[in-house]
């Protein structure tokens, strides 16, 4: 089952490399009420053996990812869209707010869920003085960390993930760094990039539907 795949992976997951100086790591996975809480997702909404596409973000944020176990959703979209009641501080996050807004528009949660599956390339996220950080902001972070995220990124290609195409949030340095990889290891056929949601929260929101709508059209 898809789901069972996913928790293995998560309950799993070890980061043990020497990170640079004053940069540490966030594994929420290892808080027993999160992963409570993200089983009580991944059974909900992909308890079957379906082929899904995959979608790669950067690294999870200390308000979406990195509290509730779930990519791009943040406590308060769990609940609200989800149907899952949780115990964390309900704090918005910018891009879980337009994701979720996608995906009500590209269908609902079940729709959507059924066919996509979100990753990251690193599923980890990384902080220095309290702040988010990026796997490719240090580049001796990401020397650091670039042998855990290809065999997290193999791990995942053995769940039913489609290989044909991949999506990549962020059209930048994530972008870039994935389609390095793709082309050295030929891990899909075809990688599209979109605009990074938190790009789009802070710089575009005047255009939110346009963005969207891109987002549904090439998922779709």
């Known amino acids: 089952m898809f789901d069972l795949n996913i928790l293995e992976f998560y309950k799993s997951l070890q980061l043990k490399v020497k990170l640079p100086k004053g940069v540490s790591f966030m594994n929420p996975y290892l808080d027993t009420k999160t992963f409570e809480t993200t089983t009580l997702f991944y059974q909900k909404f992909y308890h079957d053996n379906e082929e899904r596409k995959i979608i790669f973000g950067i690294n999870p944020g200390r308000f979406g990812g990195g509290v509730t176990g779930i990519p791009f ?34 269908g609902g949660v079940e729709m959507f869920y059924k066919s996509v ?17 990026n ?29 044909q195409k991949a999506y990549c949030l962020g059209e930048g340095e994530n972008y870039r760094y994935l389609n390095g990889l793709n082309e050295k290891y030929n891990f899909f056929k075809e990688i599209t990039p979109l605009p990074h949601p938190r790009f789009i929260m802070q710089y575009k929101r005047k255009h939110l539907m346009g963005f969207i709508d891109k987002y549904v059209g090439a998922l779709k």
Not at 76 to 89: A, P, S, V, Y
Not at 117 to 129: D, I, K, M, N, T
Not at 141 to 163: D, G, H, T, W, Y
């Open 117 to 133: 599956y979100f990753s990251a390339l690193s599923p980890l996220g990384f902080v220095r003085e309290k702040k988010n950080l």
């Open 135 to 163: 796997y490719y902001d240090v580049p001796q972070l990401n020397k650091a960390v670039e042998p855990f995220m290809l065999e997290c990124l193999r791990k995942q290609l053995n769940f039913n993930i489609s290989k």
């Open 73 to 106: 959703t943040d406590p308060i979209n769990l609940e609200r869209f989800c149907g899952i009641e949780n115990h964390f501080d309900k704090k918005p996050e910018l891009s879980s707010s337009f994701i979720y807004q996608m995906i009500d528009t590209y």
